[in-house]
């Protein structure tokens, strides 16, 4: 129930918030423009990140408030990882905006994502140990610039993918659904259902516009938003007190555009080129060079995903069996 609470607040306050903020983002001037880089061919209200956390934190707000008083527990808060999220999402949420409003260099937004991850990391959110066939391997001193490195990797895979209307939302709520097929092979709750959900819920709701043709892109606000929930899963799965997940399987999960961040910045380091200027290098962009139609490509591309997450799964149940 708390679950499922979760996922229906979120999902029905983006149905209801997204058009309000495509109207404001619209009569403010907020516009994604077309450009060498953008598929898209007219100007669309960006934005829509900010719809998507807002509508996150009203389904984990309303999903602790039902399992206080209606169960009498709460939701996580005694693993720290509950409060590291919520912290995480709403500094990654400003960044984000802020970023869509004034256009921030490659490299302060960057730094930022590292200040960030560190004050998550000092909340709570942590990779302390890799389980897998060798036992459970004790980080130490390495935990810090692992955990770091992989929330920065996640969050800006997911931003650097969002180059199709619907591809990264699609993406993202496929591994959502993955992770939270993970959590529920622990056995039992897990404090990171509700806040999965409360994601998932908030992603549905905003994909009904901005499926093709897009009335409304999310922005960074929304693609790094989305990395930053997707990175704190893994952490929280792999983690886990109890049948501890490999670390393969949240790799796999988030294949797609992990593998597609990485081919296209060892091809820039390859090129001589800034690995932080933007090209036409994703696969995205290669499958429409290739004639694919952009619903052809995004489609293609969520299938991938769920057939990687679709493996990453049946490890997962094979590491718990």
Do not use: C
């Not at 560190?118 to 610039?145: C, E, K, M, T």
């Not at 990171?192 to 093709?212: E, H, T």
């Not at 690995?275 to 694919?292: K, S, T």
Request: proline letters at 5%; zero cysteines.
């Amino acid at each position: 129930m708390i679950t499922g609470t979760a996922f229906l607040v979120a999902f029905v306050a983006a149905i209801f918030l997204t058009p309000v903020v495509r109207g404001v983002a619209h009569d403010a001037g907020l516009l994604d423009q077309p450009g060498r880089r953008k598929v898209h061919s007219v100007p669309v209200p960006r934005l829509g990140g900010f719809a998507i956390a807002t509508a996150f934190y009203l389904g984990v707000t309303v999903a602790l408030v039902v399992a206080r008083f209606a169960f009498g527990r709460r939701i996580g808060i005694e693993t720290g990882q509950l409060p590291a999220i919520l912290a995480g999402v709403a500094f990654i949420a400003g960044l984000g905006l802020l970023d869509d409003l004034q256009s921030l260099r490659a490299r302060a937004k960057l730094g930022a994502q590292l200040v960030i991850a560190l004050v998550a990391y000092g909340l709570g959110l942590s990779i302390d140990r890799l389980d897998g066939p060798w036992g459970s391997l004790v980080l130490g001193p390495w935990s810090l610039p692992i955990t770091v490195l992989w929330m920065l990797a996640v969050i800006n895979a997911m931003n650097l993918i969002d180059g199709l209307d619907g591809l990264a939302a699609g993406v993202s709520l496929i591994g959502f659904a993955a992770f939270f097929a993970v959590a529920l092979l622990h056995g039992g709750a897990s404090p990171i259902q509700p806040v999965l959900a409360a994601a998932a819920g908030g992603v549905l709701g905003f994909l009904r516009f901005n499926l093709p043709p897009s009335s409304i892109h999310m922005g960074d606000a929304g693609s790094m938003v989305l990395g930053f929930v997707l990175a704190a899963a893994a952490i929280s799965v792999t983690q886990a007190t109890r049948h501890g997940m490999p670390p393969w399987v949240p790799l796999l999960i988030l294949a797609l555009p992990l593998a597609d961040t990485a081919r296209v910045i060892v091809m820039r380091v390859f090129a001589g080129q800034p690995i932080f200027r933007a090209d036409r290098r994703h696969v995205h962009h290669r499958l429409l060079r290739r004639g694919i139609s952009e619903q052809g490509a995004t489609l293609l591309l969520w299938a991938v995903s769920a057939a990687l997450a679709g493996v990453g799964i049946a490890l997962a149940a094979v590491a718990v069996s």
